[in-house]
């Protein structure tokens, strides 16, 4: 689940083809003087550097520009939001804005040994993030690519579950499985309850128990009550962060598989594709997404313009603990941790959503190095037959612009690298 930071992206696929020269152009003179009249011989004003990607007019080669840009800045805004989520803990454990990781983990560490009982540490459960990525965006990014894909008819695959419409009605073919998610008071669940489970009966908890537990209880509230792990029958609520089975009524969310009936009328519908398969996607895929097939020199950028439109979401989090021995009849030090745990816990989901998004984004960066060697190497073919203008595009105003894309890609990964080490760190305090 945690991400590599020795991964560092090769850029020398970039640089390969910035010596390329074409004979000389003549005869092009822009002003109607003896030479094409009207023939556009001209740069734009802007490069990538200020987000314009449209260089040369040639699609492959455009379309890597245009990854770069949206790759690049995807991987700025994640790496911001951790250094910001990094500031805030920082402040929370009495350290300055801009510590390191291995500063903020030693003061996190001393902060939960403070507290918490150093033999049964603080224990942290949630899912795995959510992740979805944009299918418009891969078809889009395809066809502005590729000329032969046609948007309207163009399909993508997905190795997780995509969204479906149709409520009631919502059904999936025969390499998926239907799945559907609803939120409502005292709801059936007969599927995974995330959320709160309220037991009238006493049952095992798989979360954190709020009220009575029949056995050892990890954290007890002011009043005497569960408010932690209980290892026997618990009664009252039960909140299952990780999601698990609800021995009573779920009024979190819940998951499950409707067989031959639709689903509820207000619960989402979802197509789960089958072990090792994938599913025909229209809507937004929560998993691996291969976009429609294009030709090679396009396939990286394609890719890379659906990773960045990628859309992780934080996860619940439920956190259980014992209280320090000098800590357990200390009802003021309890309330004070209780409150710089609540900050803490939300900082931390925020950064496993960021950090999900980095996995992706440090491999599309990655990608890109080679990729843009493969759009002017195929552009090279296109403009070859005496393309005056095409030429001077591609030479002229595409192939210096490689160097900037490079700067780009590796300034963006170096950053998002630095910031995903720091906050391994603070997972590592955490024993994520």
Same mark, same amino acid.
């Given at each position: 689940?945690?991400?590599?930071?020795?991964?560092?992206?090769?850029?020398?696929?970039?640089?390969?083809?910035?010596?390329?020269?074409?004979?000389?152009?003549?005869?092009?003179?822009?002003?109607?003087?003896?030479?094409?009249?009207?023939?556009?011989?001209?740069?734009?004003?802007?490069?990538?550097?200020?987000?314009?990607?449209?260089?040369?007019?040639?699609?492959?080669?455009?379309?890597?520009?245009?990854?770069?840009?949206?790759?690049?800045?995807?991987?700025?805004?994640?790496?911001?939001?951790?250094?910001?989520?990094?500031?805030?803990?920082?402040?929370?454990?009495?350290?300055?804005?801009?510590?390191?990781?291995?500063?903020?983990?030693?003061?996190?560490?001393?902060?939960?040994?403070?507290?918490?009982?150093?033999?049964?540490?603080?224990?942290?459960?949630?899912?795995?993030?959510? %992740? /979805?990525? !944009?299918? #418009?965006?891969? +078809? @889009? $990014?395809?066809? *502005?690519?590729?000329?032969?894909?046609?948007?309207?008819?163009?399909?993508?695959?997905?190795?997780?579950?995509?969204?479906?419409?149709?409520?009631?009605?919502?059904?999936?073919?025969?390499?998926?499985?239907?799945?559907?998610?609803?939120?409502?008071?005292?709801?059936?669940?007969?599927?995974? %309850? /995330?959320? !709160?489970? #309220?037991?009238? +009966? @006493? $049952?095992?908890? *798989?979360?954190?128990?709020?009220?009575?537990?029949?056995?050892?209880?990890?954290?007890?509230?002011?009043?005497?009550?569960?408010?932690?792990?209980?290892?026997?029958?618990?009664?009252?609520?039960?909140?299952?962060?990780?999601?698990?089975?609800?021995?009573?009524?779920?009024?979190?969310?819940?998951?499950?598989?409707?067989?031959?009936?639709?689903?509820? $009328?207000?619960?989402?519908?979802?197509?789960?594709?089958?072990?090792?398969?994938?599913?025909?996607?229209?809507?937004?895929?929560?998993?691996?997404?291969?976009?429609?097939?294009?030709?090679?020199?396009?396939?990286?950028?394609?890719?890379?313009?659906?990773?960045?439109?990628?859309?992780?979401?934080?996860?619940?989090?439920?956190?259980?603990?014992?209280?320090?021995?000098?800590?357990?009849?200390?009802?003021?030090?309890?309330?004070?941790?209780?409150?710089?745990?609540?900050?803490?816990?939300?900082?931390?989901?925020?950064?496993?959503?960021?950090?999900?998004?980095?996995?992706?984004?440090?491999?599309?960066?990655?990608?890109?190095?080679?990729?843009?060697?493969?759009?002017?190497?195929?552009?090279?073919?296109?403009?070859?037959?005496?393309?005056?203008?095409?030429?001077?595009?591609?030479?002229?105003?595409?192939?210096?612009?490689?160097?900037?894309?490079?700067?780009?890609?590796?300034?963006?990964?170096?950053?998002?690298?630095?910031?995903?080490?720091?906050?391994?760190?603070?997972?590592?305090?955490?024993?994520?």
């Amino acid at each position: 689940m945690l991400l590599s930071t020795d991964r560092i992206i090769s850029i020398t696929g970039l640089g390969l083809l910035t010596g390329i020269s074409f004979s000389a152009l003549q005869g092009c003179d822009p002003d109607g003087g003896t030479g094409i009249p009207g023939c556009d011989i001209s740069c734009p004003a802007e490069g990538i550097a200020e987000g314009n990607a449209a260089i040369s007019g040639i699609a492959e080669v455009d379309a890597f520009f245009g990854a770069v840009i949206d790759v690049s800045v995807a991987a700025n805004n994640i790496s911001s939001s951790l250094r910001a989520e990094l500031d805030a803990i920082a402040l929370s454990v009495d350290l300055q804005p801009g510590a390191t990781g291995a500063e903020i983990r030693a003061a996190v560490e001393a902060k939960i040994g403070a507290y918490v009982d150093a033999d049964a540490g603080l224990k942290f459960e949630f899912q795995e993030p959510r %992740c /979805e990525a !944009s299918v #418009e965006v891969a +078809v @889009a $990014a395809a066809a *502005e690519c590729d000329a032969s894909v046609e948007p309207g008819s163009a399909t993508v695959e997905c190795s997780g579950g995509c969204e479906v419409q149709g409520g009631v009605m919502a059904s999936c073919d025969a390499n998926a499985e239907l799945t559907c998610t609803g939120t409502a008071p005292a709801f059936d669940c007969q599927g995974s %309850c /995330e959320g !709160s489970c #309220e037991l009238t +009966v @006493a $049952a095992g908890c *798989e979360g954190t128990c709020r009220g009575t537990c029949t056995g050892d209880c990890s954290v007890r509230d002011s009043q005497g009550n569960c408010a932690g792990a209980c290892d026997g029958d618990c009664q009252g609520t039960c909140e299952l962060a990780a999601g698990g089975t609800c021995s009573g009524d779920c009024t979190g969310s819940c998951t499950y598989k409707p067989g031959d009936a639709g689903c509820e $009328a207000d619960a989402s519908a979802k197509c789960e594709a089958m072990a090792g398969g994938s599913v025909q996607c229209d809507g937004r895929c929560e998993g691996e997404v291969t976009p429609p097939q294009v030709k090679a020199e396009c396939e990286a950028s394609v890719e890379a313009k659906a990773n960045a439109s990628v859309e992780c979401k934080p996860p619940s989090i439920e956190v259980t603990w014992q209280w320090a021995a000098d800590v357990e009849l200390d009802p003021m030090a309890q309330a004070e941790f209780k409150a710089w745990l609540q900050g803490f816990k939300g900082r931390i989901g925020v950064m496993l959503a960021a950090k999900a998004k980095a996995d992706i984004l440090i491999e599309s960066l990655e990608n890109l190095g080679s990729s843009g060697a493969a759009a002017i190497e195929s552009a090279t073919d296109i403009v070859a037959d005496g393309d005056i203008v095409g030429t001077f595009k591609l030479t002229s105003c595409a192939i210096p612009q490689l160097a900037t894309a490079a700067d780009q890609v590796t300034q963006a990964s170096q950053a998002l690298s630095v910031e995903a080490s720091a906050s391994l760190e603070v997972f590592g305090a955490l024993g994520i």
